[in-house]
């Protein structure tokens, strides 16, 4: 028998999901279909993610297929055992991202969750029909941008993720501004829960550094509808990362986590790793020849095309992060070497377990 989550369950465009956890889209290759099928079971939000699906998916089929096919494959994977399932899909993918939206959408995803930049065209591609549109904002301001321009379209967001700085993956703060006292996800909730009421009173979810049971008590009590959570799902039986990038998390203190930044991301954003990841070492000694061969991350030069990427012409200050997160998913690991991100919380990790114990933990009914 399935026992009851103690937590306020989430509703978000008229679901009712039981448990107010959404596992956080972890690209590349982290969150795939198995991690947030078993998510979706358990009653929480299992979230795949978008980035260079179309290589991770026809490696695993052994035949060609494009990111619309892919995005469209994974969803539906996701979505096999019941429950809700949806996608991550990053504004700084440019190139891809409108092929990955209807992917998803025509696939039924339960949610498309989007930030790296301000997903201000997301309910334009096609029609939403069920699926939430979820924009990840890091202030007050950007979630106000974006109901502004979304009103203009007559759309209004079905929830929004505040992400603070303790969270995983990209950042949505400038390197000076990650460590400030204003930026604590505390001390941001409730002027984004006051501009999400001034929009209509969608659902707030936040993200970064919740880690316990207690801490989604405590996020709660301050008015969040729900939490979305990345660190502590990639340390599961059922996330894609390597072995070897699941022992780096376990093995990692709280010293090796860092911001990584000149060498950083060449979407711009601080980035957190744990610095040990060998391709975060060799580029801090500069020693990867600037080469672009996989071009998911570039943006378009002053004709229109996609050709720019920092990391393409020079290794000082960006290294390439296409290769570095496919090598950490398990793709081509022998030619590039990896880069393990992850939040500030890894450190406290000490092992891999199922996703079904973990839940039981979060939600307060075991563990
Ligand atoms: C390995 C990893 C990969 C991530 N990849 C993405 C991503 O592709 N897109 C995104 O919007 N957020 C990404 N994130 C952020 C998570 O979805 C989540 O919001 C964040 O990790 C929450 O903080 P926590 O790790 O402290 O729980 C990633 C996080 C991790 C740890
Ligand atoms: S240089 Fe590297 S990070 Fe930049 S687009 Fe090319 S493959 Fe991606």
């Known amino acids: 028998m399935k026992s009851e989550s103690m937590l306020k369950p989430l509703t978000i465009k008229g ?3 039981r448990v107010p956890i959404i596992q956080g889209g972890m690209g590349v290759g982290v969150s795939m279909h198995p991690l947030a099928k078993a998510v979706a079971q358990e009653g929480g939000l299992g979230v795949v993610s978008s980035a260079i699906l179309d290589r991770l998916v026809s490696k695993r089929n052994n035949k060609k297929v494009n990111t619309y096919d892919a995005v469209y494959e994974e969803v ?7 429950g809700f399932s949806g996608i991550n899909i990053m504004g700084a993918l440019a190139r891809d991202f409108t092929a990955s939206v209807k992917g998803a959408l025509d696939a039924g995803a339960d949610a498309i969750i989007s ?17 939430a549109l979820i924009p990840i904002v890091s202030s007050a301001r950007a979630l106000e941008i974006i109901c502004k321009k979304w009103e203009k379209i007559g759309y209004r967001p079905d929830a929004v993720v505040l992400e603070g700085p303790l969270a995983g993956g990209h950042l949505g703060f400038r ?3 990650v460590d400030l006292e204003s930026n604590k996800l505390e001390n941001m909730l409730p002027s984004v829960k006051e501009m999400a009421i001034k929009f209509g009173n969608f659902p707030l979810i936040v993200a970064g550094g919740i880690y316990t049971h207690a801490d989604i008590v405590k996020f709660m009590a301050m008015g969040a509808d729900g939490v979305q959570m990345g660190t502590r799902f990639l340390a599961t039986e059922e996330s894609s990362a390597t072995e070897l990038y699941k022992q780096a ?10 911001v990584a930044h000149r060498p950083g991301s060449p979407c711009g954003l601080p980035f957190r790793v744990i610095k040990q990841s060998p391709m975060y070492v060799s580029a801090l000694k500069r020693l990867r020849p600037p080469k672009c061969d996989k071009g998911y991350v570039l943006m378009k ?5 996609y050709t720019v990427c920092p990391a393409k012409e020079s290794n000082e200050n960006h290294f390439c992060i296409c ?9 081509n690991g022998d030619k590039e070497e990896a880069l393990y991100t992850v939040g500030t919380n890894a450190y406290r990790i000490d092992k891999i377990i199922s996703v079904k114990t973990l839940m039981n933990e979060l939600t307060g009914t075991g563990g």
């Open 76 to 82: 539906s994977l996701a979505k096999v055992k019941g």
């Open 323 to 331: 290769n570095g997160l496919l090598s950490s998913g398990g793709y």
């Open 15 to 17: 679901k009712n999901i």
């Open 175 to 177: 390197i000076d501004q």
């Open 249 to 258: 998390v376990v093995q990692a203190t709280e010293e090796d986590i860092v």
């Open 301 to 305: 030069d002053a004709e229109g095309n």
């Open 115 to 131: 930030g790296a930049g301000l997903p201000l065209s997301l309910p334009i591609i096609q029609p939403p029909k069920d699926t």
